[in-house]
């Protein structure tokens, strides 16, 4: 693997998968392979888990780290070509990426979506700029499209919990008070495409995601109906698609609850954190043995690593 941006750059699920578990089961087997090595963590918004265990993932693998907040510690950046540079923006990003490939063996960028300009947001403009400019791996911290990484520790999550082989995994919007971004439910989309599972996704009507994304995924617009024999349900606001960036609906009835939850087949409840409690799920749900949202959030370190893994071993050969 040379650039990890997408769910579409992982080679082979099953192999990412059992690299992620060997590596749980020793995760620091490895020291050797990052040794003398730098990632970049360069952030655009804010994280929590994203941060700390890309961080955590890299030491494990004898790596050193640089976190940089970019939009509060940087210079503002450019990035459009032929840019007139006379406003507030000091820096493009055209010398920004080969500077820091200097000082980093990878990059790994977190930058939202606008959700005012769709086009734009697609384009995946600060992503693109870095793969464009820098001269080494780029991997995406979550952009405005896509959070990979998270994906890879769904899936991961999703392989220890099940106990059927092919398991019914519900991906349910839930309100929200803020418009948030399509990142988490394309990357979990594209993921359950990739995987052995049973794969609805129940929203709103109106709510549908990028159709290019979704593909030939099945969607039930009745949420009852869909959590029916369910054994992962996994909620995720996003804003709408369609009117981009808007909030059409914060239906309280959508809240994932013990009531919902008593419809599924005795379904593990996962969300990628942070969380808005008694907006997208109930206190009782997210408190109960039901809920594997910090397990998951646990093998974030576990997919981030198996990712630097295959990333640094592509540069060895
Ligand atoms: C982000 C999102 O993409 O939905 C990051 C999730 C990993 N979530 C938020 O921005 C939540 C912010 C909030 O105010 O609840």
């Known amino acids: 693997m040379k650039h990890f941006t997408s769910v579409n750059d992982i080679e082979n699920l099953d192999e990412l998968l059992l690299l992620a578990k060997q590596i749980k089961s020793n995760p620091f087997g490895n020291k050797a392979l990052g040794k003398n090595k730098t990632i970049g963590l360069l952030f655009f918004n804010p994280s929590l888990r994203t941060r700390l265990s890309t961080q955590k993932a890299a030491t494990n693998l004898g790596m050193n780290t640089i976190v940089m907040n970019l939009n509060n510690d940087g210079w503002s950046l450019e990035f459009e070509d032929g840019a007139i540079m006379n406003s507030n923006k000091a820096e493009h990003v055209k010398e920004a990426a080969q500077v820091i490939s200097q000082y980093c063996d990878i990059i790994a960028i977190r930058s939202f979506p606008s959700l005012?300009?769709?086009?734009?947001?697609?384009?995946?403009?600060?992503?693109?700029?870095?793969?464009?400019?820098?001269?080494?791996?780029?991997?995406?911290?979550?952009?405005?499209?896509?959070?990979?990484?998270?994906a890879v520790a769904d899936i991961l999550t999703i392989s220890e919990f099940k106990?059927?082989?092919?398991?019914?995994?519900?991906?349910?919007?839930?309100?929200?008070?803020?418009?948030?971004?399509?990142?988490?439910?394309?990357?979990?989309?594209?993921?359950?495409?990739?995987?052995?599972?049973?794969?609805?996704?129940?929203?709103?009507?109106?709510?549908e995601l990028?159709?290019?994304?979704?593909?030939?995924?099945?969607?039930?617009?009745?949420?009852?109906?869909?959590?029916?024999?369910?054994?992962?349900?996994?909620?995720?606001?996003?804003?709408?698609?369609?009117?981009?960036?808007?909030?059409?609906?914060?239906?309280?009835?959508?809240?994932?609850?013990?009531?919902?939850?008593?419809?599924?087949?005795?379904?593990?409840?996962?969300?990628?954190?942070?969380?808005?409690?008694?907006?997208?799920?109930?206190?009782?749900?997210?408190?109960?043995?039901?809920?594997?949202?910090?397990?998951?959030?646990?093998?974030?370190?576990?997919?981030?690593?198996?990712?630097?893994?295959?990333?640094?071993?592509?540069?060895?050969?």
Request: proline share 6%; with cysteine.
């Open 116 to 150: 005012t300009d769709k086009t734009k947001d697609e384009e995946e403009q600060v992503l693109n700029s870095f793969k464009k400019y820098a001269s080494v791996p780029v991997i995406s911290l979550e952009s405005a499209t896509e959070h990979p990484l998270q």
């Open 163 to 207: 106990t059927k082989k092919k398991p019914k995994v519900v991906l349910s919007w839930a309100p929200h008070p803020k418009a948030l971004p399509h990142a988490v439910p394309n990357s979990f989309a594209k993921m359950m495409q990739l995987a052995d599972v049973d794969f609805v996704i129940t929203h709103p009507k109106g709510y």
């Open 210 to 317: 990028n159709p290019e994304i979704i593909g030939k995924s099945k969607i039930v617009h009745n949420q009852d109906e869909a959590f029916k024999d369910a054994d992962f349900i996994y909620a995720k606001n996003w804003s709408n698609y369609n009117e981009y960036g808007q909030i059409l609906s914060q239906d309280p009835l959508w809240t994932i609850t013990s009531d919902k939850m008593k419809l599924t087949n005795s379904a593990k409840f996962m969300h990628c954190l942070p969380v808005r409690r008694n907006q997208i799920v109930s206190d009782e749900v997210l408190d109960s043995e039901t809920s594997i949202v910090i397990q998951q959030a646990n093998n974030r370190t576990y997919a981030a690593q198996a990712i630097l893994t295959q990333i640094l071993e592509n540069e060895n050969n």
